[in-house]
């Protein structure tokens, strides 16, 4: 006798068809496998886009480098600061998208563009995704920085 599913797992069942369709075990795993191998690569795209903007910026800025290296700045200190303006760069831009969504969403809502709903920003995902982009921040910001 088969266990009852979730409608998750049952959309899993017949997303990802099993070896054995007999099994009971629940295939929502492979769902989600495949929903974050997807996000992983859909978020892959603007990090490297962001490390080659960082690149660019840093071989423009190759004098500031050489004279602050000749004053005496250390290797580390280089590094820190292109990062600390990388994250404060991706921090704006997180913020910006954020404010642009509400905007978005009030002039949906006063438009009556679709009748009977209220859309609003969820906090929570909101806070996720500038979270995601101060790490996206830091990572693209931390290999052009090192390899300068």
């Known amino acids: 006798m088969a266990p009852l599913e979730t409608q998750f797992h049952s959309f899993a069942r017949g997303f990802s068809p099993p070896a054995d ?9 492979r769902v989600f496998a495949y929903i974050a191998v997807l996000a992983f690569l859909f978020a892959l795209l603007p990090a490297l886009n962001l490390i080659n903007i960082n690149v ?18 250390s290797s580390r200190t280089l590094v820190g600061q292109f990062v600390v303006e990388n994250i404060i760069l991706t921090l704006a831009g997180g913020l910006v998208g954020l404010i642009l969504s509400v905007v978005v969403l009030r002039a949906i809502n006063a438009s009556g563009l679709i009748p009977y709903s209220q859309l609003a920003v969820n906090v929570r995902v909101s806070a ?5 982009a101060v790490v996206f921040g830091i990572l693209s910001g931390v290999y052009p920085a090192w390899r300068m």
Do not use: Y
Not at 21 to 29: D, H, L, M, R, V
């Open 21 to 29: 369709w007999t099994s009971p075990e629940p295939q929502g795993w």
């Open 56 to 73: 660019s910026r840093i071989m423009e800025r190759t004098s500031e480098i050489g004279i602050r290296k000749a004053f005496g700045a």
């Open 128 to 132: 996720c995704g500038v979270a995601l």
